[in-house]
C-alpha cells in the first residue's frame, strides 16, 4: 500500500500549533474535516476514539514520531494525513522524546487488513532516516506531498 | 443445549454450576486436577482435566457440537487460542474472558474478528458498568453494555412547563442522534411515536450519546442533579473503568490506591479524577480523605472481606451510599444487614451475559424496561439475508410499537434514524412491546 491511497495531500499540515496530545490530535483531525476526508458531523466522534487508543499505550514510536490512529464506522476508504510540529509535542513516547512528525490514519472497520498494510507501509518508510529528516523539516504541504510521492516510488530506500 | 466451559477457577465453576441448574449438558475442561476433582465433587458435569489450548483436549471435550464454548481460565492468551480453536473445529457460539482492556481495543488490531470469536467479554468492565448502572441513574436502565459506553439510555421526569410540551414529536428538535424512547404517564408505559405529544408530569426516556443527551435535558428544562462526590476504594481494572464510566461534569471522583505505581498508571489516565496513595484497611486513612462527606462510596479492592470492611467504616463516617464489589456468593446474606446498598458480583454479572447467549435465533438478549412493564430490551443479531435488511429502518419490516434504540456495528455504537440500513453482522437494540415480539423476531429471522 502506497501513502498516496490514504494520505489526503489538502489535509497535510507543516505548522501544527498545539502543544499536548489531545490538541494535536484535535488539530489534525480538523485539518481532515477542512480537506472534506471525514464527516464534520462524525469529527468529535474520532478524536474521542483516537485518544480511547493513546490510552491503552502511546503510539509514538520514537524518534519523534508518532503514528496515532482509530478505525471508524463513518469513514469508507482508509484517510490519513501527516502533520509536522515545528515545535514538537510531549506525545508520552516510548523514547520520552518529543513528536515532530505525526501520521494520522482513519480505517473503515471492516478492512483489517488494508489497515495493518497501511500501519506497515508507515513504519517500514520511516525507517530510512533520511525520508524522516526531510518530512520533519518541510516547510509546506507541498513539500510533505512531493517527499511521500517519492517514497511511493521506492525513492527512499534504505 | 451443550455448553463447555474452559477453566474451572471460580469464574469457571460457578458458570458451570449455573448452567446445571439450568438443565444444560455442561463440560469443563481445566489442567488443574485438584479444580476438576473438585468440580466432579460438586457438580453433575463431565469434567476433564487437560490444556484448553490443546486440540486434542478440545476434541475430548467435544466443542465440534457445542451450541456455547465459554474460554474463561485465568490467563488471557489460552482463553483467545481456545475460544478461537472452538469455533473453528465447531462451537456455535464462542465467548472468551479477557482481563487486559487492550484486546477489546480494535484501532490497531482487531482480536475478536481476527481469531473469529463471538465477544470477548472483560469481567472488570462489566462489573464497573453495572456499579456506574446504580450510581448514575437508580433505577433507570442503561443501554451501554453493547458498546463502549456510547450509547446511554435515561430516564426523567418533566416536571416543567416548557415549549416543547404539546408538539407532536416529529417537531420537536431534537440534536442528531438522540430519540426519546419511551413515555410513562400515570399508569401506562409505551414507545414514543411521531405523532406523540408530550405533557407535564410525563416521565421519558432518552436515547443517545452522553453529551447529546444533555444538550436535551437542558432543552427540557431538566435540572441536572448536583454534582455528587464519589470515592473509589482500589484502583484496579474494575476501579479504573469505574472511574473512566463517571468521570465528567457530573461527578467529582477520587481514587484510592495502595500501589504507588498503579497510582501513577491512573493519574496519568484519568485527567478529572484526584487520585490518592493510601491504605484504605486503616480508619486513619478513611478519616483523612473524608469519606463521611462522600454521596457514594464505592469497595471494589479484589478482596471480598477489605471491601466490606471499608463500607461499614465508611458508613459510620457518614457516606450517603456504599457499593461494594464482592465475589464471594456465601456474603450475599450480610450485604444488606452491613448497610451496604448494593453488591456486584462479577460472577452474576458475567453469568448473565453468558445466559444471554443461550437464546436460540437471533435473539441475543431479551430484559424487561421497567420491572412490571410491557416493553421489552431486545439485543438481537443481524444476519444475512433477514427481511429486516432489505429497506431502510423506516420501511423495514418492523411493527410500530417498537423502536431502533441502537445500532452496534464494528463495535461502534449509534443511535439509527429513519434512513440508516441494518446490515448483517449488526447488533441492533429495540424496545419493543412485548406484544410484537414475534413479528420482531420473524423480521430478523433469515427467509
Known amino acids: ?158 | 443445549m451443550r455448553v463447555v466451559v474452559l477453566g474451572a477457577g471460580t469464574v469457571g465453576a460457578s458458570i458451570a454450576e449455573l448452567l446445571c441448574t439450568h438443565r444444560h449438558e455442561v463440560t469443563v475442561v481445566d489442567h488443574d486436577p485438584e479444580c476438576i476433582k473438585r468440580v466432579r465433587e460438586e457438580l453433575d458435569v463431565r469434567a476433564l482435566v487437560g490444556s484448553a489450548s490443546q486440540s486434542s483436549v478440545l476434541f475430548q471435550a467435544e466443542v465440534s457440537g457445542a451450541d456455547l464454548c465459554l474460554a474463561v481460565t485465568g490467563v488471557d492468551e489460552v482463553n483467545i487460542v481456545a475460544a478461537s480453536m472452538a469455533k473453528a473445529m465447531g462451537a456455535r457460539r464462542t465467548l472468551a474472558r479477557v482481563y487486559s482492556p487492550v484486546f477489546c481495543d480494535l484501532s490497531t488490531f482487531d482480536y475478536q474478528r481476527h481469531f473469529k470469536i463471538d465477544r470477548l467479554l472483560s469481567l472488570e468492565h462489566l462489573s464497573a458498568v453495572e456499579l456506574a448502572r446504580s450510581i448514575r441513574y437508580p433505577g433507570a436502565m442503561l443501554v451501554e453494555d453493547f458498546a463502549r459506553g456510547e450509547v446511554e439510555m435515561q430516564a426523567f421526569a418533566l416536571s416543567e412547563e416548557i415549549a416543547a410540551l404539546g408538539t407532536p414529536l416529529r417537531e420537536l428538535k431534537l440534536p442528531k442522534g438522540v430519540r426519546i424512547g419511551s413515555i410513562h404517564r400515570g399508569e401506562k408505559i409505551w414507545i414514543a411515536g411521531a405523532d406523540d405529544q408530550l405533557q407535564l408530569g410525563d416521565h421519558i426516556t432518552l436515547i443517545g450519546a452522553r453529551d447529546q443527551i444533555d444538550e436535551v435535558k437542558e432543552m427540557f428544562s431538566i435540572q441536572p442533579p448536583p454534582k455528587q462526590r464519589v470515592i473509589i476504594a482500589g484502583g484496579g481494572e474494575t476501579g479504573y473503568h469505574l472511574a473512566q464510566l463517571l468521570e465528567g461534569r457530573r461527578f467529582s471522583v477520587s481514587i484510592l490506591e495502595w500501589d504507588k505505581a498503579r497510582c501513577e498508571f491512573l493519574a496519568a489516565h484519568l485527567p478529572h479524577a484526584t487520585v490518592l496513595q493510601t491504605d484504605i484497611r486503616r480508619r486513619q486513612t478513611l478519616e483523612e480523605e473524608q469519606i463521611g462527606r462522600a454521596e457514594v462510596f464505592v469497595a471494589c479492592t479484589g478482596d471480598d472481606e477489605n471491601n466490606i470492611m471499608a463500607c461499614v467504616e465508611a458508613r459510620e463516617l457518614g457516606a450517603k451510599t456504599c457499593l461494594a464489589l464482592i465475589n464471594r456468593p456465601d456474603y450475599a446474606n450480610v450485604i444488606g444487614k452491613l448497610g451496604i446498598a448494593y453488591a456486584v458480583s462479577p460472577r452474576e454479572v458475567i453469568a448473565r451475559h453468558v445466559l444471554a447467549f443461550l437464546n436460540t435465533g437471533p435473539v441475543v438478549t431479551r430484559l424487561p424496561l421497567t420491572p412490571d412493564g410491557p416493553i421489552d430490551v431486545l439485543e438481537i443479531e443481524v444476519l444475512p439475508e433477514a427481511p429486516v435488511t432489505q429497506h431502510v429502518l423506516s420501511q423495514a419490516a418492523l411493527p410500530p410499537q417498537c423502536l431502533a434504540a441502537a445500532v452496534v456495528r464494528e463495535n461502534f455504537a449509534w443511535v439509527p434514524g429513519a434512513d440508516d440500513r441494518l446490515q448483517p453482522g449488526d447488533t441492533v437494540v429495540l424496545l419493543a412491546d412485548r406484544e410484537v415480539f414475534k413479528d420482531i423476531v420473524q423480521a430478523f429471522t433469515p427467509l
Request: hydrophobic content about 40%; aromatic content about 6%; charged content about 30%.
Open chain 1, 1 to 158: 500500500m502506497k501513502f498516496a491511497d490514504f494520505v489526503i495531500p489538502e489535509a497535510v499540515r507543516t505548522d501544527l500549533k498545539a502543544e499536548d496530545k489531545p490538541g494535536v490530535i484535535r488539530e489534525m483531525v480538523k485539518a481532515l474535516e477542512e480537506a472534506g476526508g471525514i464527516d464534520p458531523a462524525e469529527t468529535e466522534s474520532i478524536i474521542k476514539a483516537i485518544l480511547k487508543r493513546e490510552e491503552l499505550g502511546s503510539t509514538g514510536i520514537g524518534r519523534g514520531v508518532a503514528v496515532p490512529h482509530t478505525k471508524h464506522p463513518s469513514v469508507n476508504r482508509l484517510v490519513g494525513m501527516v502533520g509536522v510540529s515545528q515545535e514538537g509535542v510531549d506525545f508520552n513516547s516510548l523514547d520520552g522524546e518529543k513528536v515532530y512528525l505525526f501520521f494520522l490514519l482513519i480505517s473503515p472497520p471492516d478492512r483489517p487488513g488494508d489497515h495493518l498494510r497501511a500501519l506497515e507501509n508507515i513504519s517500514l518508510k520511516l525507517r530510512n532516516e533520511t525520508f524522516c529528516r526531510f518530512l520533519k523539516q518541510s516547510k509546506a504541504p507541498k513539500d510533505v506531498v512531493q517527499l511521500l510521492e517519492e517514497a511511493d516510488n521506492n525513492q527512499f530506500n534504505a
